[in-house]
């Protein structure tokens, strides 16, 4: 059974930086495209970032420079690093798996989210 496990989220001030990860397990993570999404309440659920299997990076303009994806295929885990982040940015953060290695591929499996808060 596939699992995406979210971490790193939480409270910080704005101006300052988050590291999320996501452990896959049950998925041969390498193979396979992945995302980061974010929801804020009220809102649809929307792309920052996503990853090739090939190491291709994505970019919505949600987040525009201040974020970066990045992956370890040798740990199964999935990273989102964002800077300078604003009031904005306070959303649940949703990792995601692929069908295939683009970033094109439709979404495969979701993981349960992690809250970040930017406070002003």
């Known amino acids: 059974q596939v699992q995406l496990v979210e971490s790193g989220g939480g409270l910080v001030q704005a101006g300052g930086s988050l590291r999320l990860s996501c452990a896959a397990s049950?998925?041969?993570?390498?193979?396979?495209?992945a995302s980061w999404y974010r929801q804020a309440p009220g809102k649809e659920r929307d792309l920052v970032a996503c990853i090739s299997s090939g190491g291709t990076t994505v970019y919505a303009s949600s987040m525009p420079g201040r974020s970066t994806i990045s992956r370890d295929n040798a740990k199964n885990t999935l990273y989102l690093q964002m800077n300078s982040l604003k009031p904005e940015d306070t959303a649940m953060y949703y990792c995601t798996a692929r069908t295939g290695g683009s970033c094109n591929s439709p979404i495969i499996h979701w993981g349960q989210g992690t809250q970040v808060t930017v406070a002003s």
């Open positions: 049950g998925w041969i993570f390498s193979f396979n495209g």
